[in-house]
T-cell receptor, first 114, second 114 residues
Framework: EPEVTQTPSHQVTQMGQEVILRCVPISNHLYFYWYRQILGQKVEFLVSFYNNEISEKSEIFDDQFSVERPDGSNFTLKIRSTKLEDSAMYFC????????????FGPGTRLTVT | AQSVTQLDSQVPVFEEAPVELRCNYSSSVSVYLFWYVQYPNQGLQLLLKYLSGSTLVESINGFEAEFNKSQTSFHLRKPSVHISDTAEYFCAVSGARGYQKVTFGTGTKLQVIP
């Protein structure tokens, strides 16, 4: 069964450093998403992406964040200058543009900012 | 905009007993409803979904949920739980336009007691 993959599974970085989280969505999917889950809290939407542009973003997704689909298979989330409060689990998801509308989630990348 | 309320943060239940995890939602538009499960240190897995049609939906491992439009609820039930059902369960909602973001509830931790 096709699945969304994410790398790395765990990333540790120092405050102020840039990080790039990588995702490989399911191959025939057209919509891509990033969500995050701060430890002990609920999963929050960050951004959705379609046709090489952002479709929707939350208030969390400020100028420190950016997304990109650099090569037709990967989907990346970049945080330019990490803060302690960026420590969270980041989930990538993808969905088809058909009737099912189910978003398939990856296993997540745990980001720890020290 | 949509919102989801999960009133119970933790639900302890004895093995082989029935369980109900409550979920209420709020939305001004038609919605799709989901239950996701998160096992310890793992990602999100879709448990079941309501898109349209029959208001009672079932998962392959014995869970079921019923969409009640008048009460704006989507409670999750299982007649007999197993130890392996111990996990956190998230109710979620999205607008009924496929590509829209998923809004999650705060989660309910189901603790099955042997």
């Amino acid at each position: 069964e096709p699945e969304v993959t994410q790398t790395p599974s765990h990333q540790v970085t120092q405050m102020g450093q840039e990080v790039i989280l990588r995702c490989v969505p399911i191959s025939n999917h057209l919509y891509f998403y990033w969500y995050r889950q701060i430890l002990g809290q609920k999963v929050e939407f960050l951004v959705s992406f379609y046709n090489n542009e952002i479709s929707e973003k939350s208030e969390i997704f400020d100028d420190q964040f950016s997304v990109e689909r650099p090569d037709g298979s990967n989907f990346t989330l970049k945080i330019r200058s990490t803060k302690l409060e960026d420590s969270a689990m980041y989930f990538c998801a993808s969905s088809e543009w058909t009737g099912s509308y189910e978003q398939y989630f990856g296993p997540g990348t745990r980001l720890t900012v020290t | 905009a949509q919102s989801v309320t999960q009133l119970d943060s933790q639900v302890p239940v004895f093995e082989e007993a029935p369980v109900e995890l409550r979920c209420n939602y709020s939305s001004s538009v038609s919605v799709y409803l989901f239950w996701y499960v998160q096992y310890p240190n793992q990602g999100l897995q879709l448990l079941l979904k309501y898109l349209s049609g029959s208001t009672l939906v079932e998962s392959i491992n014995g869970f079921e949920a019923e969409f009640n439009k008048s009460q704006t609820s989507f409670h999750l039930r299982k007649p007999s739980v197993h130890i392996s059902d111990t996990a956190e369960y998230f109710c979620a909602v999205s607008g009924a336009r496929g590509y829209q973001k998923v809004t999650f509830g705060t989660g309910t931790k189901l603790q099955v007691i042997p």
